[in-house]
Every structure is written in structure tokens, then in C-alpha cells.
């Protein structure tokens, strides 16, 4: 099993800039992937970002492409982003997810952490 714990949601201005972590403990060692999601008020779940363990491999939804950046500490299991330029419609809980499989499916979610962009 793998427990996933993010941080560093909360409010911010529009045009500032947040950085989320995500945290793995557990059975670490099985990680393939780590990803982040966000979903927003009556809206469905989107991806974000992706990151592959190994070689830190990268991939960016476009709606947030050149905004946000995915990164990787192996040695402390976790996973960052950092998010620039936020906007109002970036307001979400995001959560982050690991997976153990090369198809991209995500085993194991966060709680998720709220994010808040003031206009």
C-alpha cells in the first residue's frame, strides 16, 4: 500500500504563484508515475501534470502548459508543482496520484488540497 499526503494549498492572488507537494509513504518503491489532478466546483476531474519516477519524464495538460512545473525529490518520495500566473478558474482541490503500471492508471489518490485564486 502507498499513502499519499499533499500541501501547500490556500489562497492566493491572481498572478501569484503556489507550490503543492505530494508525499508518498508506504511501499514507495513500486512507483511508476505520480501525477496531479485538480477538480473544481461541478466540474469534472482534470490532469494537470505527470511525472515518470525513474527519469523524471514529463507531461503538462495544455490548459496549464507554460504555467506550472512537475518535479520529483526521490530521496524524500515527493512530488512538487509549482504554479504560476494563477488564475481564477485554476481555483480547485488538487490531488496527487501514484501509479504502479505503465498504462496510466492511477492506483493511489491524496486527500486533495484546496486552492483558492482571489480575482
Known amino acids: 500500500q502507498v499513502q499519499l499526503a499533499e500541501s501547500g494549498g490556500g489562497l492566493v492572488q491572481a498572478g501569484g504563484s503556489l507550490r503543492l507537494s505530494c508525499t508518498a509513504s508506504?511501499?514507495?518503491?513500486?512507483?511508476?508515475?505520480m501525477a496531479w489532478f485538480r477538480q473544481a466546483e461541478g466540474k469534472e476531474r482534470e490532469f494537470i501534470a505527470a511525472?515518470?519516477?525513474?527519469?523524471?519524464?514529463?507531461g503538462y495538460a495544455d490548459s496549464v502548459k507554460g504555467r506550472v512545473a512537475i518535479s520529483r525529490d526521490i530521496a524524500k518520495n515527493t512530488m512538487y508543482l509549482q504554479m504560476n500566473t494563477l488564475k481564477s478558474e485554476d481555483t480547485a482541490v488538487y490531488y496527487c496520484a501514484l501509479t504502479t503500471k505503465t498504462t496510466g492508471d492511477y492506483d493511489y489518490w491524496g486527500q486533495g488540497t484546496q486552492v483558492i485564486v482571489s480575482s
Open positions: 511525472i515518470r519516477w525513474m527519469d523524471a519524464d514529463v
Open positions: 508506504g511501499r514507495t518503491f513500486i512507483t511508476y508515475a
